[in-house]
T-cell receptor
Framework: AQKITQTQPGMFVQEKEAVTLDCTYDTSDQSYGLFWYKQPSSGEMIFLIYQGSYDEQNATEGRYSLNFQKARKSANLVISASQLGDSAMYFCAKVPIDGQNFVFGPGTRLSVLP | DTEVTQTPKHLVMGMTNKKSLKCEQHMGHRAMYWYKQKAKKPPELMFVYSYEKLSINESVPSRFSPECPNSSLLNLHLHALQPEDSALYLC?????????????FGQGTRLTVV
């Protein structure tokens, strides 16, 4: 079975500083997609960033960037210039190339301190 | 319109009740999903519909019955639920066949079984 690991149950970061959230995964797939989602206390899952396993460059979306190391099977999320509104649960997810069955990691709760 | 709309937002039901959760999207996505999420846990896949056909059923008890009347709608019929079925139920949609498009999630239905 596919497994996604997020080793940090909780993280704290000072406002305006950068933070890295870890994600590693097991897979025998040759092609797959990796995603990060943010879930505030209200419950909705908000898409942040996507990385394809075949992409040679690390993905970036505004303050979010993905440190993708395919050989190590890791896809860490970097949030730059943290804001108070970034406080939420963050989930790493993987999907096979057929585009179905998003599998989520256990999540990391990020708290941004003023 | 990049929204997935779920109704109701909150639902309290007794163990002998029958109720339905509804999900709607108008993005032309042909894969729709039901996820169950317990507190402080990641979403767990329940069902996937691809082109209006049930393609994945993750061994969900028969008291949960999904239905996909058309490409925009997804229902989850509930009957004889147990208190442990209380959770956040998330609907999502995506484009099947490509692992490089994100799934869009609704805000979820918070279900309490009493």
């Amino acid at each position: 079975a596919q497994k996604i690991t997020q080793t940090q149950p909780g993280m704290f970061v000072q406002e305006k500083e950068a933070v890295t959230l870890d994600c590693t995964y097991d897979t025998s797939d040759q092609s797959y997609g990796l995603f990060w989602y943010k879930q505030p206390s209200s419950g909705e899952m908000i898409f942040l960033i996507y990385q394809g396993s075949y992409d040679e460059q690390n993905a970036t979306e505004g303050r979010y960037s993905l440190n993708f190391q395919k050989a190590r099977k890791s896809a860490n999320l970097v949030i730059s210039a943290s804001q108070l509104g970034d406080s939420a649960m963050y989930f790493c997810a993987k999907v096979p190339i057929d585009g179905q069955n998003f599998v989520f990691g256990p999540g990391t709760r990020l708290s941004v301190l003023p | 319109d990049t929204e997935v709309t779920q109704t109701p937002k909150h639902l309290v039901m007794g163990m002998t009740n029958k109720k339905s959760l509804k999900c709607e999207q108008h993005m032309g996505h042909r894969a729709m999903y039901w996820y169950k999420q317990k507190a402080k846990k990641p979403p767990e896949l329940m069902f996937v519909y691809s082109y209006e056909k049930l393609s994945i059923n993750e061994s969900v008890p028969s008291r949960f019955s999904p239905e996909c009347p058309n490409s925009s709608l997804l229902n989850l019929h509930l009957h004889a639920l147990q208190p442990e079925d209380s959770a956040l139920y998330l609907c999502a949609s995506s484009q099947p066949g490509t692992g490089n498009t994100e799934a869009f999630f609704g805000q979820g239905t918070r279900l309490t079984v009493v």
